[in-house]
């Protein structure tokens, strides 16, 4: 393989028990040279100072279909092998879980798998440099071959969570046929799509849909407000869109906001949480894209809510561009991730519809903070985080939109961090709360 090669052994082989052991040795140099860095040069000390070589990555996943793609695939000289359940175990040397032991669980414990974990320290000489986010791992559970191989495949990436390749469109394909069976009513399914996706929203997007719609069709769906969650388990990692609503619903609740707008609600992750909360009354999400309504719909399973809970929400389809007499006479509007797409000679539409019509006692506008940008190492410098962006505003950029906007509408604004903060350029969301 282009960067390196593996190698199989079996190190027992008798009636009872067969262990096939894989050892790769990653080649650093073929790694740099190959086609796996093209895409990445914002940093690039980091092509050649990295873990790849001794852990277990994408690059095993790569392995693994290589070495065991018959089994993988089931085409091997004895299928009905490769189909039988059998007690399985994987061990692995050096696994890197980003997002600790939490994480780690989170991912195979759903699946059935018994886990012992062994973690090491970053530096055995150094106790207070404090943990590394390297394990040994051992995973057991009674399944088949191909399927132990197949939830290698897609979970040890998500845990490494940086691949060592381009991630394009056929990845979506790729994680719908493996995830085939599995990964539709896994708990953390968000997180492992994102992470497996390298964090491409278009795509996550295309791969959550499509996880959605073969959900909905199965029978017996249940409840939405139950819906099953990993939020405990994953905190640790917990990613910064889940951050970002978790903070928007704390001020929305610290207002004691009973009618909520949610202006530009996309697929309705916000929705959610709000449908959840009983402290909600009313609830009302719009947004001009018909095919994200359409989503919603399905994702909170409208159709099956007990009529008490039906009638809290209501979705819209229409333009935040236009005023809407729909949408006066709320408490709160969150406006999360949205400004950015729109045109800059056309935000001042907005900024009317938003804050002289629906005037609402209390609005929420969150948008990246563009100086963070540097600290994400995979967006080349100048880049916005997202094609369909149209600016990214630093701290300072926003706080005078958010000034003005008081000025000319009689708001109060309080200018809020979402995320880890730098201390140079601050998080990576900032956050408007305008009070009336
Ligand atoms: N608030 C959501 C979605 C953010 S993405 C979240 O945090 O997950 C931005 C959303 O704004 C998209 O769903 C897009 O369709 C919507 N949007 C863009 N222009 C809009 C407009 N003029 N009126 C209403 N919604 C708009």
Redesign the pocket.
Known sequence: MWYGKAHVFYPEASEDRCTAALLMEVDPVGLVRGRGNKKDDSFRLKQYVNDKPYVCSSLLSTSLTKVFGSAISGKCQNPDLVEQIMPLEAKLAVLPARGGEAFLRSLFEPLGYELELERHALDSKFSDWGESPYFTVSLKNSTTLKELLTHLYVLIPVLDNDKHYFVGDDEVEKLLRKGDGWLEDHPAKDTITRRYLKHKKSLVRIALDRLVEEDAEDEGAQDTTQEPSSVPAVEETISL?EQ?LKDVLQVLKENGAKKIL??????G??LRLLLRDKSFEKIVG????YR?IEIVAKRLRLKDLLARDRNRIELLH????YRDQRLAGYDAAAV???IE??DPPRLAA?ERVVFECARPETVVVTTPNSEYNVLFETLPVGKLRHDDHRFEWSRQEFEAWCQQLCKRFKYEVELKTVGPVDNTVGSPTQMGVFRR
């Open positions: 869109n970002r949610d202006l530009g609600c996309g697929e992750n916000l719009i947004d001009v894209s994200s229409g333009s935040l561009m999360v991730e949205v797409h729109l907005f």
